[in-house]
């Protein structure tokens, strides 16, 4: 059944966009003369050197010389071996941006708004900089933010990447293990850390956490206190006196590959995998992403709803580089109600407001109508990630959000610190399609014989090098761990973990993990299409579904859990009600076994469901080994499984 398209551009888009104006600029000053965005994405997938050196040139990077990419295989692609850059350096030129235009619009439930021009925070970058040269660090050296999203983590950031030092964040929920499991591995020097933080109307005192980490890290010589709900912290600096040194804005050119900043995995086992990106890969692939793809710029106003543990508030704060203002926020979005961050989007005047799936699905949910709670009428733009958003969800933004808005269904990961599928402003937007494979990522699904296939479900696999993909896993001398991560199943290709299906058009949906894959008869599925009925009843809060295959060749046995709404009894009826919508929606194969609830789902530090671990735990694997504790968000939910382990052949 063909799907219905939301929104198409109009013939202004090509003219107006900033992609637009990149494809004119390919025009007139390289030679190339694309009709439309499939041959320019099939160019910038097989002239590699020839795109990246684009994205270089008309975002006016700076110098370059030598090759762009050599050798060109993966694992080992070496990009731009003989450049010298610097990130920060980058960022702070915030192109189409006076000193005195605001460009970080900082909102907390723990304080009064803070607002930063472009001089302020230049200003701060400088003198913070010069802390922490006082605090002796340089270049390669690691700095730790145990800090929420607050305009000061923006400020470590830069300052740490202005020096060549390298950067490492864990948001202030974070537990003192999760926090460890990270930081024990990379021995940072310095750690700069709030003493809590509110979450709505609660305030979280976290000095108990923050000993404790200081006890696990021998490394640290320089502790920094960013006072942030009125708690004491013992022999630390305060922030204001790390600060208090006027120093000239200044930048260490760094090679291509230097480490920018260490991001973790959200593993299940083991301790979370420490991904090292790079200054020069992870600018120009957000430098792409950011204008080409978002279409945000000077006068922008970019949000997305993220912790400082996420991949999505790196992505956030690079959007200065592209000439656009950020908003960050810390705090509650559903307190008092889930109507808080639609509201802020008028307070701030957001142009392009970026979100999860489930939030989406929550406020659909929860009928809330935004453009009726606030005025939107300045948003261009609405990203989703974290999650498939479902067909219901796609109609709900254009139905309640604004019917203009150019919305970008996106999927990537902190493996590449990007989405590789996603929107662009030049392509029309059909429900529960993702837009297109974004520029410069050759996004494949491959088939059971390992070749790529159009309309069919297959492994989501990145075929050509990218830029932003890890320089390495830090403390992997040899790369093995890095091989086995990545390269093992199909040696030379990037397989990602998630069910891809690319249409003939471009478009994909992304159904789920492939280790937790739904596969009964012949008939397989992914969990998201699952979930997407299964939490569109009233009665259903959350879910989490398991097959256990036979491996004599038989059905398998599928389990459904849930957690029941507030208010709602599970009993016959419910479980009647689930089974009879998913037989309707779904297939007769998928109908579960057995459905049980549970008090919560079991989820990772960024908010993803664990199927795996809880099919550990149902085949008879303990607790301890079937999961990392410091790798979820809710580790106490795990042991409701147990008691369903004992009926498992």
């Known amino acids: 059944m063909a799907r219905a398209k939301l929104w198409s551009p109009g013939p202004e888009a090509l003219k107006d966009s900033r992609i637009g104006r990149y494809m004119d600029w390919l025009r007139a000053e390289r030679g190339h003369d694309f009709g ?108 730790a933010a145990y800090l929420p999203n607050v305009p000061e983590a923006l400020v470590l950031l830069l300052a740490t990447a202005s020096l060549g030092a390298i950067f490492s964040s864990c948001a202030p929920e974070f537990g003192t293990r999760s926090v460890t499991d990270r930081w024990t591995q990379i021995a940072p020097s310095v750690l700069v850390t709030v003493d809590g933080y509110a979450y709505g109307d609660k305030t979280i005192d976290r000095r108990d956490e923050v000993a404790a980490i200081r006890r696990a890290l021998p490394s640290l010589t320089t502790v920094v206190h960013v006072p942030y709900v009125g708690g004491a912290l013992d022999d630390t600096v305060a922030w204001e006196d790390f600060l208090a040194e006027d120093a000239p804005l200044e930048f260490a050119p760094v090679p291509f590959a230097h480490p920018l900043y260490v991001l973790y995995s959200s593993g299940t086992t083991g301790l979370p995998k420490p991904i090292v990106h790079g200054h020069g890969g992870i600018l120009l692939e957000h430098l792409k992403m950011l204008a080409l793809h978002h279409d945000l710029g000077p006068g922008d106003r970019f949000f997305w709803f993220s912790t400082t543990g996420w991949m999505m508030w790196n992505y956030l704060v690079s959007a200065i580089a592209v000439g656009s203002a950020i908003v960050m926020y810390d705090g509650n979005p559903g307190a008092p109600d889930l109507t808080r961050l639609w509201r802020l989007a008028e307070e701030s005047g957001m142009t392009y407001f970026g979100t999860s799936a489930p939030y989406l699905l929550a406020c659909r949910k929860g009928g809330l109508v935004p453009n009726e709670i606030a005025d939107l009428s300045k948003l261009r733009g609405v990203g989703s990630t974290g999650a498939p958003l479902p067909p219901e969800g796609f109609r709900y933004v254009y139905e309640a959000i604004g019917s203009d808005v150019v919305l970008s269904s996106l999927s990537g990961g902190t493996d590449v610190c990007t989405g590789f599928v996603g929107g662009v402003p030049i392509l029309p ?92 008869g012949g008939v397989r599925l992914g969990t998201a299409e699952f979930y997407s009925v299964t939490e569109g009843l009233p009665e259903v809060a959350d879910s989490l579904v398991v097959h256990l295959e036979d491996d004599e060749g038989g059905a398998g046995r599928l389990l459904l859990f849930v957690v029941p709404a507030p208010g709602v009894a599970f009993g016959a009826d419910l479980v009647k009600r689930i089974r009879t919508e998913l037989r309707t929606s779904l297939s007769p194969r998928h109908v579960p076994d057995e459905i049980h609830a549970v008090p919560s789902v079991p989820k990772t530090l960024s908010g993803k469901k664990l199927e795996v671990p809880v099919k550990r735990i149902l085949t008879g694997t303990p607790i301890e080994k079937a999961a990392a504790e410091g790798a979820l968000a809710n580790p106490e939910s795990l042991g409701a499984y147990l008691a369903f382990a004992v009926n498992v052949e």
């Open 36 to 143: 439309d965005y499939a041959s320019l994405w099939e160019w910038s997938t097989t002239d590699l050197p020839g795109f990246w050196d684009s994205v270089w040139d008309h975002f006016e990077v700076g110098e370059r010389s030598g090759d762009s990419l050599n050798p060109a295989e993966m694992p080992g692609a070496g990009w731009y071996p003989g450049a010298r850059l610097n990130y920060a350096e980058r960022v702070l030129r915030a192109p189409g941006v006076g000193e005195d235009d605001p460009v970080v619009f900082g909102y907390s439930d723990a304080r009064e708004p803070v607002v930063l021009t472009l001089g302020e925070l230049r200003d701060k970058v400088a003198r913070c900089r010069a802390g922490l040269v006082r605090a002796g660090v340089g270049e390669g050296d690691r700095v």
């Open 429 to 520: 937007v059909t429900e529960g399609e993702i837009t297109c494979r974004c520029l410069g990522s050759r996004v494949e699904a491959y088939g059971p014989d390992g070749k790529p296939v159009i309309g069919e479900q297959g492994e989501l696999v990145i075929t050509s090098p990218m830029p932003s993909m890890p320089v390495g896993f830090w403390g992997d001398e040899d790369g093995s761990r890095y091989r086995e991560a990545y390269f093992s199943v199909y040696p030379g290709v990037w397989r990602h973990g998630d069910w891809i299906t690319v249409s003939e058009e471009g478009t994909c949906v992304i159904t789920g993990r492939s280790d937790a894959t739904l596969n009964r």
